[in-house]
């Protein structure tokens, strides 16, 4: 674990939640959903299960945080649980997929809002963003914390304006997605409803990214569960009431199969001018999702490398006790992935994979005796992980079988690494 001179407090932990949480996945996947899902109860049970899940794994990632305090998240529980191929496995999957695609598909998003405003907004502008933030997270933790802090607030204070306008302003005539009526008991038994979950879990990713820098927060034991429940309680209220506002003002015409979705919703709610001004606020706001997945993401990565000769290189901190060389890695990684898939091919494999491993960390909960946890006490502590197990094997089942290909993508991605661990392990026992 590397010695930090600033340690940060739980309102910037909380910050990295929030921002890792709300971002990419609520402004562009209801779209997704209404394709098969149409019903309100339906979509407010889905973000709802979405919410609960999210708010299990925090209480388990909570208590493992607070049990192995240094930096590393799941790689040190899969390691240390497991076999250390997990651990190099979960690396590998966060350096490619866990923290390099959501920043990808973040910048995606952004040029998509921005190009409401009939200019292209490409891949070249979506690239030059994600380089300018690796920038201004390289200098040191106090600033990395500041800027940071500053998107963050931005993004909040977005949220809620735009929820209190969407709740108050009445409808309009372009019609409305709201529809309260018996449809949702047949929706929830479709194999759609399950797949649209994969969406969902996926906008709530984020909900363990304070745990991964345990060792760059002061009083851990207190302030680590503290950011994770309060920011994964402010996001599922979030989540519902934005849903709601977008269904209250778009037509499922308007919105089925669209990316920006929020974008076409405040247009029919504010008129075409305020609508564009959303579309700048969401773009601002997808600056600091981009920030705090370069942030962790550079953390988990330099943890890890250190370790494994492969990667050695990107285990270097700078003066400051930056991850510099991690955090390139992951902007060089992100643009890779822009210029090599779709945005819906890209989610559904970064989702399914995810999943997967959030998974298997979870289950390392189990493996804690109970003297040993800090935080849970009880034996009713595991009806947390056992429900997250029980929806995530529910979901993984079905985003396989309804999306093949995406899953194939990830799972190859995964045998890729198995064949690193293989090469990195020859390459240690030559140098002994």
């Not at 994770?228 to 003002?249: A, C, E, R």
């Not at 494999?349 to 005796?369: D, E, G, M, W």
């Amino acid at each position: 674990m590397s010695t930090v001179s600033h340690r940060i407090g739980w309102k910037t932990a909380a910050a990295i939640v929030v921002s890792n949480m709300i971002g990419t996945g609520i402004f562009t996947t209801l779209g997704f959903q209404l394709s098969d899902i149409t019903n309100t109860y339906s979509i407010f049970l889905l973000w709802m299960i979405g919410g609960i899940l999210a708010l299990f794994g925090a209480f388990c990632y909570a208590e493992l945080g607070s049990y192995y305090k240094g930096n590393g998240g799941d790689y040190i529980y899969l390691k240390e649980t497991y076999h250390p191929i997990l651990g190099y496995l979960v690396s590998w999957i966060s350096l490619i997929i866990g923290f390099s695609s959501p920043v990808a598909l973040a910048a995606l998003a952004m040029s998509k809002y921005l190009s409401a405003f009939d200019v292209t907004f490409g891949n070249g502008f979506a690239i030059a963003i994600i380089f300018m933030v690796a920038l201004s997270l390289s200098f040191s933790l106090k600033a990395s914390g500041r800027f940071h802090n500053f998107f963050t607030f931005i993004k909040i204070v977005f949220i809620i304006v735009l929820v209190c306008l969407g709740v108050f302003i009445s409808g309009t005539d372009a019609g409305n997605s709201l529809s309260f009526d018996n449809r949702w008991q047949n929706e929830i038994m479709l194999p759609a409803f399950a797949t649209s979950l994969v969406f969902v879990t996926y906008s709530y990713t984020g909900w363990n990214s304070a745990s991964y820098i345990a060792g760059e927060i002061k009083d851990v034991q207190k302030n680590l569960p503290k950011s994770l429940i309060l920011g994964t309680l402010f996001v599922t209220v979030s989540y519902l009431f934005v849903n709601f506002i977008m269904l209250k003002h778009a037509p499922v015409s308007q919105l089925a199969g669209k990316e920006d979705v929020m974008g076409e919703a405040a247009g029919n709610m504010l008129g075409a001018a305020f609508g564009k001004l959303v579309n700048i606020f969401i773009a601002l706001q997808l600056v600091a999702t981009i920030s705090g997945y370069l942030w962790v993401g550079s953390r988990l990565t330099q943890a890890f490398a250190v370790e494994n000769r492969l990667w050695k290189s990107l285990g270097i901190l700078n003066k400051k006790g930056i991850p510099v060389r991690a955090l390139f890695a992951h902007a060089v990684i992100a643009t890779v992935i822009i210029l090599m898939g779709s945005f819906k091919e890209i989610f559904v494999y970064t989702a399914f994979i995810l999943q997967l491993f959030a998974s298997l960390s979870i289950s390392t909960v189990f493996f804690l005796k109970k003297e040993r946890r800090k935080i849970f006490k009880s034996d009713l502590f595991y009806i947390f992980p056992a429900v997250f197990l029980l929806f995530s094997g529910y979901i993984l089942y079905f985003t396989l079988i309804h999306n093949p290909r995406e899953s194939l993508i990830g799972l190859g991605i995964v045998a890729l690494g198995i064949v690193l661990y293989l090469i990195d392990r020859r390459l240690s026992k030559s140098e002994n």
